[in-house]
């Protein structure tokens, strides 16, 4: 656990990192994204066409391109200069995708009510102040509009979680500990670099969304579908224990 650390620390080492991060990603984003964040968040996005979405914290922009060739006007932003050219390395010209470095902590530059949709896939636990992202978000949305998130699930992914294993390495269950802590923690993502990640409690989200103005219209925790199971069959596990959780939220 971590004091003192804040946005700028956060953004210099997703800079760091953004390269071996992209290097992970295909047009599908990683396996996780393939296997249980695609799906829900496409499916709670609906029909995008003409829609003007915000991708916030877009990374190597693999979401943006996808709703961009489904017929979306793209926004996308990451405070990472980094992630940003490599975002637009990998954009073809013919998709207009909107790419601009900015902190979605802070998005004055971009005017109230300009998006339809708003969505933010795995960054949110990645900021310092999430509060004043969620003012943003709801500033930035038209009213009615929709915030979808996705974050790693608060519950089990904690500052200390595992698997408790036998000795013969076999998984008896998954330990959770420090849930009521909140604050920033170090995960190993590569060999050497660790990304600071900011952990709140569920009852912190639920209820900063709620003060903020949102309208919670659902939760979901991702689980493996029938047919992507038969294509990586190693997900079974995961119906044991849910790792993300998806809001869907209305202005
Ligand atoms: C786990 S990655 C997810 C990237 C992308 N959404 C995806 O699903 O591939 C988190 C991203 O959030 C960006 N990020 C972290 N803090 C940010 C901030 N304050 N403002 C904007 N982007 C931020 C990082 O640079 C990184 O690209």
């Given at each position: 656990m971590l004091q003192n650390v804040g946005t700028e620390e956060a953004i210099k080492r997703w800079d760091t990192f953004a390269d071996t991060y992209s290097k992970n990603h295909s047009e599908q984003g990683d396996l996780h994204k393939e296997v249980f964040l695609n799906p829900t968040i496409l499916s709670l996005l609906g029909n995008v066409r003409n829609k003007k979405i915000l991708d916030a914290?877009?990374?190597?922009g693999y979401l943006s391109r996808i709703l961009s060739k489904s017929g979306a006007r793209v926004t996308a932003v990451d405070y990472s200069p980094r992630m940003i050219e490599i975002a637009k390395e990998r954009t073809p010209k013919e998709l207009l995708i909107d790419y601009r470095q900015s902190n979605c902590e802070d998005l004055n530059n971009f005017k109230d009510k300009s998006y339809d949709l708003i969505v933010s896939n795995m960054v949110i636990q990645d900021l310092t102040n999430y509060e004043k992202a969620f003012q943003e978000m709801y500033r930035l949305l038209v009213n009615g509009g929709s915030f979808i998130f996705s974050i790693l699930h608060p519950c089990f992914i904690t500052p200390e979680c595992g698997w408790e294993r036998n000795d013969s390495g076999e998984k008896l269950h998954w330990n959770v500990d420090k849930y009521f802590y909140e604050g920033a923690y170090e995960q190993g993502l590569g060999d050497k670099q660790k990304m600071l990640i900011f952990h709140r409690t569920l009852t912190s989200y639920i209820n900063t969304l709620i003060h903020t103005g949102f309208v919670l219209k659902s939760l979901v925790e991702p689980k493996p579908s029938e047919e992507i199971l038969k294509k990586y069959p190693s997900f079974e596990e995961d119906f044991r224990c849910a790792d993300f959780m998806v809001f869907e939220l209305k202005k």
């Amino acid at each position: 656990m971590l004091q003192n650390v804040g946005t700028e620390e956060a953004i210099k080492r997703w800079d760091t990192f953004a390269d071996t991060y992209s290097k992970n990603h295909s047009e599908q984003g990683d396996l996780h994204k393939e296997v249980f964040l695609n799906p829900t968040i496409l499916s709670l996005l609906g029909n995008v066409r003409n829609k003007k979405i915000l991708d916030a914290g877009c990374g190597e922009g693999y979401l943006s391109r996808i709703l961009s060739k489904s017929g979306a006007r793209v926004t996308a932003v990451d405070y990472s200069p980094r992630m940003i050219e490599i975002a637009k390395e990998r954009t073809p010209k013919e998709l207009l995708i909107d790419y601009r470095q900015s902190n979605c902590e802070d998005l004055n530059n971009f005017k109230d009510k300009s998006y339809d949709l708003i969505v933010s896939n795995m960054v949110i636990q990645d900021l310092t102040n999430y509060e004043k992202a969620f003012q943003e978000m709801y500033r930035l949305l038209v009213n009615g509009g929709s915030f979808i998130f996705s974050i790693l699930h608060p519950c089990f992914i904690t500052p200390e979680c595992g698997w408790e294993r036998n000795d013969s390495g076999e998984k008896l269950h998954w330990n959770v500990d420090k849930y009521f802590y909140e604050g920033a923690y170090e995960q190993g993502l590569g060999d050497k670099q660790k990304m600071l990640i900011f952990h709140r409690t569920l009852t912190s989200y639920i209820n900063t969304l709620i003060h903020t103005g949102f309208v919670l219209k659902s939760l979901v925790e991702p689980k493996p579908s029938e047919e992507i199971l038969k294509k990586y069959p190693s997900f079974e596990e995961d119906f044991r224990c849910a790792d993300f959780m998806v809001f869907e939220l209305k202005k």
